[in-house]
């Protein structure tokens, strides 16, 4: 049940790749790179420790300065790079539904809640048409009521399910009497 709710609203909202063209992929691209460019040093001093200490120990001061150079030179490129690619890619990263589902199914109140908003429409069209459906399905009970052997007469009519299908329409099927 908490599947079709999620659908229905995810089919309202778009679809997580559209969520995430809105917010900008480039601007955001931008803004992660001027802090990651604040902190080139710390990040580069952090991962050559934990990779290769006795040589990032040993490096001259200029070498390590080149090397930061290079890496703010790299970082833009490289962080547009994975922006575009986590837009392309959001969909099989993400799985909307699922995760939704599974905090619906957490949060029950939630749930119905969800479910009364979402299904208010659906709700209101089945109480209407069933208000003006009710007079011709009464209608159709009370023959059957009344007039008992002609409905048991339509029921005869009907073919055997082994029979083949008839040609022409179903009450052909009676003329045989």
Known sequence: MSGILVDRVINKLGSVSEFVRQMQPEAIARHVSLHVADHVEEYVDGIMQAESPVLWANLPAVVKAQIY?????????????????????????????????????LDRGL??????????????FIINISFWDRPRFRR????????????????RCMPPRSASPPTGSRWRWCSGR
């Open 69 to 105: 150079q290079h890496v703010r030179r790299s970082l833009p490129p490289m962080i547009d790079g994975l922006a575009l690619a986590l837009v392309a890619e959001v969909d099989q990263l993400v799985d909307v539904r699922e995760m939704i589902a599974s905090q619906l199914e």
């Open 140 to 155: 159709a009970a009370d023959g059957a009521v009344l007039f008992p052997a002609l409905a048991w007469d339509c029921c």
């Open 111 to 124: 749930m119905v809640r969800l479910f009364c908003e979402v299904g208010d429409a659906e709700f209101r």
